[in-house]
């Protein structure tokens, strides 16, 4: 799905798209400071990943990409002003608390962190619309999910894909980043013109979602498969950039509050309808799906390649 008039500028995300690519072109030893894996707190979670030492499917090659991920933090986002930083409630604040030591901010130039951030915060804004469109398409009040975006999970992954040539590795399908689903509710996607991005649609088929400029793409994901009942279906995608040029693009997740919980909404049940999905807290979620990546790569749990990474079974 595609959205268009979303006002966000387009200067905008070129702007961050260049200071981006500027970065991400720079030596490894520039960029290396960034790399968090040896902090306790935010180890592989935020910050920068080298060129392929991501692996999201076992039955796909090793991620071609290099990333700079961070989670949400409510001193950049508009809606809190630094009064409110000082009282964020306890339930909320651990899991907001960022390591200042692992957080990467600090550790990359002006140059990229500025432009980025303010494309965030942005955003922020848009999703938090997107978000009251969405709880009228769910039978709520215009406000109905507010409350649970107050402090979201809001996490970005700046994703930069050098060209592939090959199709097969070690008898694997050659791949930008492996075929996945997103673990919170929905996902918006900003990518450059160069295109790459593919979606499986439901008779397993990969299909091309082309760049359109101005225009970000919605994926869902397996929250919001758990609490529409089925309903809205999470997005199994992935990227292959054999396009012979680099390609950038900056995903921003969407989710509840980690202190979050919900289950079905009632509101999506037809007469009689039963509840495929039982209550679970939001952090409780995203720690199982990354267990079920980790039984994944074991050869364990009940996921195939025809449902790679997918919940769709859970």
Known sequence: ????????????FQIARNASL??????????????????????GVVGYRPRQTQHINPWESVDVRESFSWRYDPAYDPLHSPSDLENIPDEVKRYIDHDNDGFPWSRTPKEF?????ELYQAVLKLGRELVRVMALALG?????????????????????????????????EKVSIGSHTD????????????GGLQVLDREG?????????????????????????????????????????????????????????????????????EKKYDEIGCWEWVQRRIEMMREVKKGLGNITPEKPLSMHSQ
């Open 1 to 12: 799905m595609y959205i268009t008039h979303h006002g966000i500028p387009l200067s905008l």
């Open 22 to 43: 500027d970065w991400f072109r720079s030596p490894l030893e520039a960029k290396l400071p960034a790399n968090t894996n040896n902090s306790l707190k935010n180890k």
């Open 113 to 117: 962190s500025g432009p980025v951030i």
């Open 140 to 172: 709520l009040e215009e406000d109905g999910l507010d409350g649970r975006f107050e402090f979201p999970d809001v996490g970005v992954a700046v994703n930069y894909y050098p060209p592939i040539a090959a199709t097969k590795e070690e008898g694997k």
């Open 183 to 194: 673990f919170q509710l929905f996902t918006l996607l900003y990518q450059d013109s160069v």
């Open 205 to 273: 088929q990969w299909l091309n979602a082309r760049p359109v400029e101005g225009t970000l793409v919605v994926n869902f994901g397996d929250y919001m498969q758990r609490i529409t009942n089925g309903k809205w279906v999470s997005t199994v995608h992935r990227v292959v950039n054999n396009s012979g040029r680099e390609r950038l693009s900056m995903a921003f997740f969407w989710g509840f509050g980690l202190h979050e919980r919900c289950g079905v909404l009632d509101s999506v049940l037809e007469e009689g309808e």
